[in-house]
T-cell receptor
Framework: GQQLNQSPQSMFIQEGEDVSMNCTSS?????WLWYKQDPGEGPVLLIA?????ELTSNGRLTAQFGITRKDSFLNISASIPSDVGIYFC????????????FGSGTKLNVKP | GAVVSQHPSRVICKSGTSVKIECRSL??????MFWYRQFPKQSLMLMAT?????????EQGVEKDKFLINHASLTLSTLTVTSAHPEDSSFYIC????????????FGAGSRLTVL
C-alpha cells in the first residue's frame, strides 16, 4: 500500500495566491518527484529531487527534498487558473530501485 | 525528453470481451514499464511491473489471468483486460523510466475503459 501521506487533500484558493502542499513518510526516500494530472490525462512531471535539502524551481513552482529524507513540499507562487488539477508526490526508497510510491494527491482549485 | 505513448485513449467494449491497451516508449528503451489503475478522485494504484523478456510482477490482489501483460520488446508493453466486466471500467495508465536519463517516471496519457 501507499507509504506517503500527502496534504492537504484539496485546496480552494484565489488567483494570485501562493499554494503549498507536502508529502511525508515514515521511511527514508532517495528520490522525490512531483507530478500534475489534468482530468482524463496522465500525470506530467513537474520537478524531480535527488538530494536531501535540494531546492529546485520550475517557473512558479518550487519543491524541496526534506533534510530528513522523509518529506518533500511543493510551492506554487502567484497561482493562475491553469494551475487547476491534481498534484501528486512520488517517492522512491533506496532499497528497491523499481518501486515508486505515490501520495493520495492534492486537488487544487483556483478562482479567477 | 522521454515520451510514452498509450493507445487507445478511450475504449468501450461489451461485457465478456477482451481489450488490449498498448504502451510505447517513443524515444528510449524501457526494460521496465509500470501499469496503474486509477479510480475517480483517487491516486494511482500500481497493478503490475512489466519486465521485457520475462514475466510481469503483479501487485497483491491483482489477478494475473485477468490482466495479461506482455513486454515483448524494449519499447512496447501491452495490458489485456480479459473477459471484461463493468467493474473493470476504469482509467488505466502506464509509465516507463529511461534508464539512460534522469531517474523519473514518464507516464502515458491514459486509457479510459468502459465496459457495458
Amino acid at each position: 500500500g501507499q507509504q506517503l501521506n500527502q496534504s492537504p487533500q484539496s485546496m480552494f484558493i484565489q488567483e494570485g495566491e501562493d499554494v503549498s502542499m507536502n508529502c511525508t513518510s515514515s521511511s527514508i526516500f532517495n528520490t522525490w518527484l512531483w507530478y500534475k494530472q489534468d482530468p482524463g490525462e496522465g500525470p506530467v512531471l513537474l520537478i524531480a529531487l535527488y538530494k536531501a535539502g535540494e531546492l529546485t524551481s520550475n517557473g512558479r513552482l518550487t519543491a524541496q527534498f526534506g533534510i530528513t529524507r522523509k518529506d518533500s513540499f511543493l510551492n506554487i507562487s502567484a497561482s493562475i487558473p491553469s494551475d487547476v488539477g491534481i498534484y501528486f508526490c512520488a517517492g522512491q526508497r533506496s532499497y528497491n530501485f523499481n518501486k515508486f510510491y505515490f501520495g493520495s494527491g492534492t486537488k487544487l482549485n483556483v478562482k479567477p | 525528453g522521454a515520451v510514452v505513448s498509450q493507445h487507445p485513449s478511450r475504449v468501450i467494449c461489451k461485457s465478456g470481451t477482451s481489450v488490449k491497451i498498448e504502451c510505447r516508449s517513443l524515444d528510449f528503451q524501457a526494460t521496465t514499464m509500470f501499469w496503474y489503475r486509477q479510480f475517480p478522485k483517487q491516486s494511482l494504484m500500481l497493478m503490475a511491473t512489466s519486465n521485457e523478456g520475462s514475466k510481469a510482477t503483479y501487485e497483491q490482489g491483482v489477478e494475473k489471468d485477468k490482466f495479461l501483460i506482455n513486454h515483448a520488446s524494449l519499447t512496447l508493453s501491452t495490458l489485456t483486460v480479459t473477459s471484461a466486466h463493468p467493474e473493470d471500467s476504469s482509467f488505466y495508465i502506464c509509465s516507463a523510466r529511461d534508464l539512460s536519463g534522469a531517474n523519473v517516471l514518464t507516464f502515458g496519457a491514459g486509457s479510459r475503459l468502459t465496459v457495458l
